[in-house]
């Protein structure tokens, strides 16, 4: 059984730093591209990052750039998104989902070609 488990989410002051955390169960995850997407309040769900499957390419959204870092331990069943110098413009709920690429070393930016997601973590950037 597939699954993905977020957590690391919370409070944090603007400039401050969350480590958001996407255990994973019931599969390869060296084999899949990974994403992480976020929905705020009444806007709809974006993609902030994703990792490829075999090479580990990446790809962040412009508003995240030489902010955020995404990475994954695939001895670990776990990616992570390393999130710095957080902005209130942050502050959603962040979804981490996983892909089996039909072509390998490819970042998947939609969030409809996803099979599988987790249930999401609140993310507050607030003073």
């Known amino acids: 059984q597939v699954q993905l488990v977020e957590s690391g989410g919370g409070l944090v002051q603007p400039g401050g730093s969350l480590k958001l955390s996407c255990a994973t169960s019931g599969f390869a995850l060296d084999y899949y591209s990974i994403g992480w997407f976020r929905q705020a309040p009444g806007k709809e769900r974006e993609v902030v990052s994703c990792?490829?499957?075999?090479?580990?390419?990446?790809y962040y959204v412009d508003s995240v750039k030489g902010r955020f870092t995404i990475s994954k331990d695939n001895a670990k069943n776990t990616a992570y998104l390393q999130m710095n110098s957080l902005e209130p413009e942050d502050t959603a709920v962040y979804y981490c989902?996983?892909?089996?690429?039909?072509?390998?070393?490819?970042?998947?930016?939609?969030?409809?070609?996803?099979?599988?997601w987790g249930q999401g973590t609140q993310v507050t950037v607030s003073s």
């Open positions: 990792i490829s499957s075999g090479d580990d390419s990446t």
């Open positions: 989902a996983a892909l089996y690429p039909p072509t390998p070393f490819v970042c998947y930016i939609k969030d409809f070609k996803y099979e599988y």
